[in-house]
């Protein structure tokens, strides 16, 4: 059994309450602001590509985006409540995948969903950092060439703390979202190394973008 749009084993009812659940949730913590959210393809295969500073984006960009979408979920997050947090994740459609080790299904699963029109979405740094998207690994650019899927940037920035780690009172969080572009990732090792690398520059771009206008505008990045 699958939802549309999604992988099997989904259930489209909860991701919709999923999706309900991430555009509101945060609200009372966070002051959030989409801009270009209209930007995201009505259909056809996207791959969405997202900066990573915080456990926060991923909630966000899922609740935010105006289509059902699986993301790439770190493998140990299923674990949490003994398994019940695993459940629902697959419930709501999302792709378990083990960091540091190469797993070629979690790719697979996320390649089908394309291919059926979906969307997925994938943080190409790996892991929680600075977000500035200074390295990022292949798995993006793997799956535009195995499905020809349009790339859709997006930029988050106001969910990191401060240095002193304390957090401010209802923070500015701004998400950007790019315009898509659909690159083309040429055969082998060097095709997929070149895609890494334009997909890479497209969001780092972005990231500084959605930076200078924080800054230009008086808000505090991270």
């Not at 390649?111 to 059926?116: F, S």
């Not at 106001?158 to 923070?171: L, Q, S």
Request: zero cysteines; hydrophobic letters at 40%; glycine letters at 14%.
């Amino acid at each position: 059994m699958k939802a549309d749009g999604l992988p099997e084993g989904s259930v489209g009812a909860l991701h919709d309450a999923g999706r309900i659940f991430g555009r509101y949730h945060l609200r009372s913590a966070f002051r959030i602001r989409v801009h270009g959210r209209e930007r995201m393809p009505a259909t056809g295969p996207v791959v969405v590509i997202a900066n990573h500073s915080s456990m926060i984006e991923p909630q966000l960009i899922f609740g935010m985006l105006p289509r059902r979408s699986a993301f790439l979920v770190k493998a140990e997050l299923y674990d949490w409540l003994g398994g019940l947090a695993g459940k629902f994740l697959v419930a709501i459609g999302q792709i378990p995948v083990k960091r540091g080790e190469i797993d070629r299904k979690p790719l697979m699963t996320a390649a089908g969903v394309l291919k059926d029109g979906g969307v997925v979405g994938i943080f190409p740094e790996g892991t929680r950092g600075a977000g500035d998207v200074g390295a990022a690994e292949r798995g993006a650019a793997w799956l535009v060439r195995a499905s020809g899927a349009t790339v859709l940037p997006v930029a988050t920035r106001g969910t990191r703390k401060p240095a002193d780690g304390k957090r401010r009172w209802r923070p500015r969080v701004d998400i950007l979202v790019g315009e898509p572009f659909t690159p083309k990732v040429g055969p082998g090792k060097t095709g997929l190394d070149q895609g890494t690398e334009e997909l890479r520059g497209e969001l780092a771009a972005l990231v500084r973008t959605l930076d200078d206008w924080r800054t230009e505008n008086g808000f505090v990045t991270p």
